[in-house]
């Protein structure tokens, strides 16, 4: 997972738990998946799909 994709998730992340708090409802806890695959920096989405955000090497 590219450092770009890593910063966006883990923003969308807390956003989203942000909103489920101020919101008051258990929505947020979605929060919890883009902000875990950022901090671990993996994401089983791509598996599948053959899918990376990394810069290759030349």
Do not use: E, H
């Given at each position: ?26 929505w ?31």
């Open positions: 997972m590219g450092s770009m994709d890593r910063g966006l998730r883990a923003l969308v992340g807390i956003g989203l738990i942000a909103w489920g708090v101020t919101a008051q409802n258990w947020g806890a979605i929060g919890i998946i883009p902000l875990f695959t950022a901090a671990i920096g993996w994401c089983p989405a791509y598996l599948p799909f053959g899918l990376s955000s990394c810069k290759t090497p030349k």
